[in-house]
């Protein structure tokens, strides 16, 4: 993590306030399911989880939780007063479908058009997995990313074209990164607001294309 | 904080504009949901193209839309049934056209539109007049022919139970194309007998998930077609 | 009717005979009907009903039943212990995916290829309407037709061709008409049993095309 | 007199003979019908097809069977999961192919085999290498994927309550993928927590209809993939 920044806290509560009122919403693993802590007060979102939960809540504190009562990415979770339980059909068929409003990922790149690459690095040992990812990104209305700028190495993920395997392409309408929120425009990347303590040249240089200033100096 | 209940079937329907492509739920009278259609009819929208397994019986609900002559194009399957005369006559007069589509063609393309899936391949109607002039294609040694999912700006149907999310149970052969309409309508307006508070319905048994509906009236003691048509009433 | 050959009662009693214990069935609206009220002792058949449910039953004598719980013939009717409502979706993945083993139907025609004719008549002032017949012919595992073995006027309604617009080629196994048991084998139509007091000239006389005698004399 | 009962795994999957597609439920553990899993690596067939989304984890059920080299191709959406070795290891020594499909193509060709729909059209993998040999196709200016139905000659899956006829409900997200694959199956095999008599499960409720299933095995209080995983247990 960078020493300046926003803390993946503050990305994740960065990007909840972004979201409407009333959404169905699907959060990827990481970063993203953090958004459900930081939901401004007054606004309830429903939360989708592609194994057939409508109304997935997290575990209360504590509780051990049920086997068969899990999210996506496998882990134990509660669901609301009012949830609904069906089969994968049924929830491809809102996500396919486009009845999910919003869906928060994690991203190894993104690229200036929006391509999204979040599910294979290429390598070519490695074991090919895509899981949902596909998807959420063809299917869903609004397609958001959470990520560190760049990776641990100091590599930008945020890119003229990827060079890892596509999730798809042209999806991703906006990113919330430690240092900025960043709107894929039709001219490119295109700054939303910086992190405190950030300046535009500070971003940009950590950006591996042109980043618009759609903030002003 | 979720609640997408509104006052009344008029207040559902009051945006539909001239032109909208509406799916009606129901199967004959099971299911027809017949106060948001009165609702639309006093609303007055025109040149609708409805979809329906059928085109209504006696003089109200679908059939008194069409009378009305509201309905530019009929998508269904069974255009005739017992007290239906509204739609013979005036398709007779070239007042209203007719998409003829098999019923599990139908139910399939318009789980289809909701699915997000824009088209595939059945083997229904091949060799027959209904596939005329359609895609066809070879898999595995049999002919298919190809149809396009289905989709509508409004689908207004009704349901047993309902609760504030828009989670719905049917009541049994009265569930038919609901639940497929609800997810290929735009803005999905349902009827339901009754309104249950949140957790009131069990989400092993949910039909309809709430993702899928936008407007929940209730309507308790609904009327039922054939209880009108006997009373020889006729909408509006 | 014809004064000689195998009442509709007893035309339906016939076809139910050839259904295996255990069955799945949809039965068209008719003399199909009439199946249900026949099947021998000691079989338990499982009725669909295409506008969604499985297990249906007849109303009770005397009963006046619901609105909305009605059959595709939109006639009221109950519900066996263990049956299960479905929507239409499900209801014609049924169909379609090869569930049901067999499907009863009426015919206007049947040629001896199988082709069935059994929607419409072609008459260019009535209105078209199809219903479910064509999803049941292409998906349903065995198709045979009940009729009458030619209409009121005496015209045949087992043909070489059909001339009204067929509801699906080549898709009619057996045929039980008030004088045979005919089924469509790869040399055409051949009788499997005659109705008391018919020979096989007499039910090939009023065939409109050639009539395999497989019975024997 | 219906009565899809049968005694025990070993009974319910004795027929599955070597070279079987066959349909696994399950999403993780949720689902995964470890019992008839474990009654089919008794039984020895070998070179098997296994669709499930993910490869089991440790080494029991699905990793499992897996393991002792039973299963020559896998479909699944994601063959990476914790505590999943035994694939990885194989798979890496090229003992069992791999075809990777999208977690909601999946599904779809999974219903779409059970429903008669010999192919379709998605939008998801358009662009990535997933779609690379694929017939491609534009509607109404976007580009889709053609995709076919998939189907199997037997189908394994876990339930909480079914009755003899085989009607089923399931239990919270251990649902998944296994009403489709029931639908999907030549010949499908059901284990159930329990088993209620004809009339014991809401028809309005019944999430899979008995037509889809063919045997029904009572398995009261199955085990749970991730106990066994913990107790460090490597079946058989």
Redesign the interface.
Known sequence: MTAIGWTRDEMAERAARDIP??S?VNLGIGIPELVASHVPE???L?Y?TENGL??MESLPEGAEGEPELINAGKKRVA????????HH??S?????????DLCVLGALQVSEKGDLANWSTGAPDAIPAVGGAMDLVA?VKRIVVITQHTTRDGEPKLVTECTYPLTAPGVVDRIYTDLAVIDVSDEGFKTVELAPGVDHAYVAERTGTHLINGIGP | ??DKRVASPAEAVADIPDGATVMIGG?????SPIELIHALIDQGARNLTVVNNNTGSGEVGLAALIKAERVSRMIC??????NSTV??EL??AGKVE?D?????????R?????????????????????AEGKEHRD??G?E?VFE?GLVADFTLIKCRTA???G?L????????????MA?AGEVTIVQADEVVT??G???????T????VDRVVEVANPQ????LVRRGVSYP
């Open positions: 009122d009333g169905y007054g606004r309830q429903i989708h409508l109304g669901a609301m007063r009012g949830a609904a339980y069906f059909a049924d491809f068929a809102m996500i396919r479908g486009g009845h999910l299917g | 904080m979720i199967f004959g009278e099971a299911g399957s069974y255009p005739r049934t017992a739609f013979p398709y007779g007719l003829l589509v098999p019923q599990g063609t139908l139910a399939e318009i789980r289809a539109g909701g699915a997000g899936i824009p088209g595939f391949y059945t083997p229904t109607s091949v060799g027959t007049p209904l898999f595995d049999r298919y396009r609760d504030p999310y989670n149970l049917f009541n049994k052969t009265a569930r038919n194309f609901s639940p497929l997810m949140a957790g319905i069990d989400p092993e048994c949910v039909v998930p709430g993702i899928f039922q077609e054939s209880d």
